[in-house]
């Protein structure tokens, strides 16, 4: 799969270890979560149009959209010319559990 300048560094290095963990398969399945810029303000048409690409868009604040993207869908998103960048997002912050404390651990 060819790698978009538009991604951000930790988008292109997830799609690598990706791509080395299957055997250059790459997993292309596999759903990320995005945040999109775009030149302006996204259109509904343009909202449209990345969802039929298999974007799920899920919040769109002006120029800028949160999606989950399947690997495979990665390259024609950034592919339109109305996208700027894509990058990788990441939890602002950690899920707490039910007492505000970390976590528990499934395996014990």
């Known amino acids: 799969m060819p790698r978009s300048r538009k991604f951000d560094a ?10 080395e963990e299957r ?3 790459g997993g292309r399945d596999t759903v990320v979560d995005v945040l999109v810029r775009g030149r302006a ?4 048409e343009q ?13 769109v604040a002006g120029d800028v959209l949160s999606a989950g993207v399947p ?6 998103l950034a592919g ?6 894509v990058a990788l997002a990441a939890a602002l912050f950690p899920e707490r559990g039910a007492r505000g404390g ?6 014990g």
């Open 10 to 19: 930790p988008l292109r290095s997830l799609l690598a270890r990706l791509g």
């Open 80 to 85: 339109r010319d109305y996208v700027v960048s």
């Open 23 to 25: 055997g250059g398969r």
């Open 47 to 59: 909202v449209g149009e990345l969802a039929r690409h298999g974007a799920e868009v899920r919040t």
């Open 102 to 107: 970390p976590v528990p651990d499934e395996s």
């Open 71 to 76: 690997l495979a869908a990665l390259d024609e």
């Open 41 to 44: 303000d996204f259109t509904p």
